[in-house]
């Protein structure tokens, strides 16, 4: 199939469908300018990864890890969604989607008008206090970090400030992993769009739903070790094609 076969073959499949959901991964951020931490030249490639247990017990590593954060968390504040965030909230909109499931911290989905957003990985614009529990926004971190205070604490009771993000080494949040896995199991389509599925467990979940009986739609720019399984793979952008799919289905209808 050529590039627009496989744009209306996805709009069928979504128009068949009577419970559809989308994953979500890097490649639907990057569009927003927010970066990728794997790709070449990432924040991985030039910051230490920092798993739970080090953030917990070790002052160096937190330090380091809000050095990073000093370096990303104005750029999310800044992000603004884009067409295929837009092309997603529609499609909810319509009646076409049920969940977005994100791998995503940037909470842009929301932004963009989705309402059933299922966040495995966390959401970057909210920290909390380990020890008293106390939120603090986006902005009140940024505020800390203008003051080059490299061990964020609480101003209330001065634990340890973390962001409500899963670190590696960190148990995924038990009731959004189990609607994740609930809407995977019984859905009967399932986007995938932006990510290269190799990260566990979130790419499990597209097994989950081939093998439930689902039938898949792969949009990324690059390959994946699960293309054989989609009735659909578009190797574009994430905001082109679903920019191209929403403009087709409006067109048919």
Known sequence: MNYQEKIEKAVEFIKNSTYAVALTGAGVSTESG????????????????ITFDEFIINRQARQEFWEMKKELLPELLNAKPNEAH?????????GLLK???TQNIDGLHQLAGSKQVIEIHGNNRESLCIDCGRFYKIEEIIEFLKEDIADVRCSNCGGVIKPKIIFFG??????????????SSQ???????????QVYPAAGLPQLA????????????????????AEVVIHEKAG????????????GC
Request: proline content about 5%; aromatic content about 10%.
């Open 86 to 94: 837009y092309a997603l909230a529609k499609l909810e909109k319509m």
């Open 187 to 197: 859905c009967d389509l399932m986007l995938v769009v932006g990510t290269s599925l």
């Open 240 to 251: 082109k094609a679903l920019g191209d799919i929403l403009k087709e289905f409006n067109r």
């Open 170 to 183: 960190e148990s995924m949040p038990e009731r959004e992993f189990n609607l994740a896995q609930t809407a």
């Open 34 to 49: 927010i970066p990728d931490f794997r790709s070449p030249g990432g924040l991985w490639q030039r910051f230490k990864m």
């Open 210 to 229: 081939y093998h439930s009986g689902a039938k898949l739609i792969f949009i990324n720019q690059t390959e994946t070790p699960m293309d054989e399984l």
């Open 99 to 101: 969940y977005v499931i």
